[in-house]
């Protein structure tokens, strides 16, 4: 119980808000960084919070396809967080 009302204490607490804005700020600008078609799927699925069935339907393409951009934009950000990482 005690860690429940400490984990509402934080809930909305200033600093957290920034830095979750922060964190979805440089999300989207990794996404926006990748090559097209990715660039949109990866901002769809990883900011915008779509499913696939909802990116399939917005974007007129097969599920599968979807899917496959998401599978290979998931890997480019991989990258792109783990040069930051290792710098």
């Not at 480019?76 to 783990?82: F, I, V, W």
Request: charge should be positive; include cysteine; proline fraction near 3%.
């Amino acid at each position: 119980d005690v860690v429940m009302n400490e984990t509402r204490t934080y809930e909305g607490a200033p600093e957290i808000v920034c830095l979750e804005e922060e964190v979805r700020q440089t999300l989207l600008k990794r996404c926006m960084s990748l090559k097209p078609p990715y660039d949109e799927i990866a901002k769809a699925y990883y900011y915008d919070e779509m499913n696939v069935a909802e990116i399939s339907a917005q974007r007129g393409m097969k599920v599968k396809t979807v899917q496959t951009q998401i599978y290979r934009a998931r890997a480019m950000l991989r990258k792109l967080y783990g040069k930051e990482k290792g710098a």
